[in-house]
């Protein structure tokens, strides 16, 4: 794995949900997806949410965050997963999954 280092993430869902994403996909908020600025579609990432331990992987298959301060717009269903809901927003660590 090759860390990212930390940064802040937050979601997108329903407003969203079915919407084209920049890769040509339609946007399913249920999916372990995510939107990053740089990073190539198809690049896994794990995310993990150092304040409660929790982690999950995504794909990246948009563009995004368009909000100063953001690494990374997760999908709702992975932002569930870290527990991150209520805050809308959490501070995490990346790492690139070597395939």
């Known amino acids: 794995m090759r860390s990212l280092g930390s940064g802040v993430a937050s979601f997108y869902g329903r407003k969203f949900h079915g919407r084209r994403t920049a890769n040509g ?23 993990t949410n150092p304040r409660n331990g929790r982690e999950v992987t995504v794909r990246i298959n948009d563009r995004g965050p368009f909000v100063r301060g953001r690494s990374i717009d997760l999908s709702r269903a992975a932002a569930e997963q870290l527990g991150m809901i209520s805050r809308g927003h959490a501070s995490v660590e990346l790492d690139i999954v070597e395939r």
């Open 25 to 47: 996909e339609r946007f399913d908020m249920s999916a372990l997806t995510a939107a990053h600025r740089t990073l190539p579609f198809g690049t896994l990432v794990r995310v």
